[in-house]
């Protein structure tokens, strides 16, 4: 039997669960921390509404506009001028600001959507769902490394790395398992064609689903396999023109399954793999001749523009800057820019982060001169100009900065900085800018951080191991203008969760967390492969 060496751990003490408040913007409670998810109660109203009480006057025939609302204002008076035609912008109300001139994007709304009408049963919101175990060998170890993807009707594939016995326990091979709401976890099947040594990682990379539930593995050095539930996986592909200076760096699929990947490491090229076909050309996207160009970022929006940031070696010095550029489709990748003017050092051992809203307007965030930087880029103006966030010094190797946007263009970030490995946030809105730092916990590891469509944030994270020697999975959720919630253990098991758990969310909250832990507490006696549904 294999065994692994064990990291320190804390059980996470169980908490309340607070459910995420439905609706743009809407906070729960004084403080905005979300309230906790009740099911619906026996006075919960039916899905159809109860007939009208008796002398009620009867509801209009199908089709008949309905009579306002009470407290609606009553419609306009004989001469009054005729409201304007469908699809006529109304005017706006009495002291209401101009809107913009044309051409100019249309900021989203700074105030929250109203809440539901009285009687309108409200849906609970996404719950962690008992953990399952993903693979049954008693023999041998799950490797550190796992991935999961997860596509718009919340089913999910699942990748890692682990032994069989064959032909030896020395060699590992690469398991899939997919997960569909109806049905649960599938059978495990083996990815054909890699066996590797207990020196190589294989599970590494990017994995995604898409809607008719292709999945689609890219692995650092671009070897991709597709994978179907009717033809299993196939044979390895590579785009043209491969590079050993080059790897895998950002990748990202649109709502129509089509992927956009970059490659860094001595230029940033970006690259495309249209839905069931094959990998395109490659096409510059730094213009910094003998410069080296880094750790790239790639965000995509709705409206097909895309932003890339990456890392430039200066010609002049031994630091390096910040650089980006932006694609359309009408003219393709612009003219790269600087988007910070400092001379201090872009932090080698950290990725830069980008999101992107539905209209093209962007956030880049960096770690440089181990503090936390940010920039906004703005679709009719460009970049606004970098901004250091006061005292976010990382005191860390790695702030692993993860930023995430939804299409109306709010935004939340997280990163580790401070005292020792500290979990910090902010949140944006476009309206009024960033909010001021706070600290989510005096420490963390293995963080990710996930938003749907509404705003609702939800960070997966390993936090402080000070009191058993072991380290847990807990959950954090935050409604966008309000405040994170306490922790919720994602698991509850006696050994020690590993390195890198994997979490995927999609844009309506379905999520799921995938990780590796030791079977018993303060041992290496086995370490198994686990899963958490959320939804």
């Known amino acids: ?58 509801p209009p025939a199908a089709g008949t506009p309905a009579p306002p609302a009470s407290g609606t204002p009553a419609p306009p008076a004989a001469g009054t001028p005729a409201p304007p035609a469908a699809g006529t912008p109304a005017p706006p109300a009495a002291g209401t600001p101009a809107p913009p001139a044309a051409g100019t994007p249309t900021p989203p709304p700074t105030t929250p959507a109203p809440p539901p009408a009285a009687g309108t049963p409200v849906p609970p919101a996404a719950a962690w769902q008992a953990p399952q175990l993903l693979e049954n060998s008693d023999d041998f170890n799950v490797r550190s490394r ?20 064959t032909p030896d326990g020395s060699t590992f091979k690469v398991f899939s398992r997919r997960y569909q709401p109806a049905t649960g976890w599938q059978t495990a099947v083996v990815v054909p064609g890699l066996t590797l040594s207990s020196s190589t990682a294989a599970a590494q990379g990017r994995v995604f689903l898409d809607d008719a539930g292709v999945a689609t593995w890219i692995r650092p050095n671009m070897e991709t396999r597709r994978n179907t539930v009717a033809t299993g996986w196939s044979a390895a592909f590579s785009p043209p023109n491969l590079r050993f200076t080059q790897e895998l760096t950002s990748a990202v699929i649109d709502v129509g399954g089509n992927i956009s990947v970059l490659r860094s490491g001595s230029d940033v090229e970006s690259a495309a793999l249209p839905v069931g076909g094959q990998w395109g050309t490659w096409t510059r996207v730094d213009n910094g001749g003998s410069s080296v160009a880094q750790r790239a970022a790639l965000a995509l929006s709705s409206n097909g523009s895309s932003l890339a940031v990456w890392r430039e070696s200066n010609p002049g010095d031994n630091n390096y800057s910040m650089k980006a550029a932006r694609f359309t489709t009408a003219g393709g990748w612009g003219v790269p820019v600087s988007i910070e003017t400092l001379f201090t050092n872009v932090d080698p051992d950290n990725n830069p982060a980008v999101a992107i809203d539905a209209q093209g307007n962007g956030i880049a965030m960096w770690l440089q001169n181990r503090t936390v930087h940010y920039n906004i880029y703005r679709a009719d103006t460009g970049w606004q100009g970098a901004v250091e966030v006061t005292g976010q010094t990382s005191s860390v190797g790695s702030a692993r900065i993860q930023l995430a946007m939804t299409p109306d263009g709010r935004a ?8 020792l490995a500290a979990l910090s946030s902010m949140q944006y809105n476009p309206a009024t800018g960033w909010t001021a730092p706070v600290v989510v916990d005096t420490y963390n590891i293995n963080r990710t951080l996930q938003m749907d ?37 994602v698991e509850t098991g006696a050994g020690s969760v590993g390195n890198d758990p994997d979490f995927a969310m999609n844009a309506a909250g379905q ?5 590796n832990q030791n079977d018993v507490a303060n041992t290496g006696a086995r370490v198994s492969l686990w899963s958490a549904v959320l939804r």
């Open 511 to 515: 999520g799921v967390v995938v990780w």
């Open 1 to 58: 039997m294999k065994t692994k060496s064990t990291k320190g751990k804390q059980l996470a003490q169980l908490t309340v669960l607070f459910a995420l408040t439905l609706g743009l913007g809407a906070c729960g409670g004084d403080d905005d921390t979300p309230a906790a998810a009740t099911p619906p109660s026996a006075s919960t109203p039916p899905a159809s509404p109860a007939p009208p009480a008796a002398g009620t006057p009867a």
């Open 146 to 165: 796992q991935l999961v993807a997860v596509n718009s009707r919340g089913d999910a594939i699942a990748l890692w790395e682990q032994s069989d016995g």
């Open 412 to 419: 939340v970030a997280a990163w580790s900085g401070g005292a």
């Open 453 to 489: 469509s509404n705003g609702q944030a939800v960070l997966v994270y390993s936090p402080n191991l000070v009191a058993t020697l072991n380290f847990d999975l807990v959950s954090r959720r935050l409604t966008l203008g309000g405040q994170w919630s306490a922790s919720t253990p």
